[in-house]
Nanobody, 117 residues
């Protein structure tokens, strides 16, 4: 079974930083991308960042480009999202997810709250 467990969320002032971590297990090789999306209740899902597990190539939403960095640690099956210069509009629940291509999400975790004030 696929398990994705996020951690690292919290509250921070605007301009601050947070690092989210995702511990993954049971992810098949066919799901070659991992990423993060954010979504609040009643709002649309927004893909934030994704990374190819094999090539390491990355892609970011325009709203976070230059501020967020996604990285992977294959040895520990971990995906990280470093968030800097956070803005109030970054407030959301952040989910780690598997992707099969583009923003096509497969599995995701329980989410972690990020609040920027």
């Amino acid at each position: 079974d696929v398990q994705l467990v996020e951690s690292g969320g919290g509250s921070v002032q605007a301009g601050g930083s947070l690092r989210l971590s995702c511990a993954a297990s049971g992810v098949s090789d066919s799901r070659y991308c991992m990423g993060w999306f954010r979504q609040a209740p009643g709002k649309e899902r927004e893909g934030v960042a994704r990374i190819n597990r094999y090539s390491g190539s990355t892609y970011y939403a325009d709203s976070v480009k230059g501020r967020f960095t996604i990285s992977k640690d294959n040895a520990n099956n971990t995906v990280l999202l470093q968030m800097k210069n956070l803005k109030t509009e970054d407030t959301d629940v952040y989910y780690c997810a598997t992707l099969s291509g583009g923003w096509s999400f497969g599995y995701w975790g329980q989410g972690t709250q990020v609040t920027v004030s």
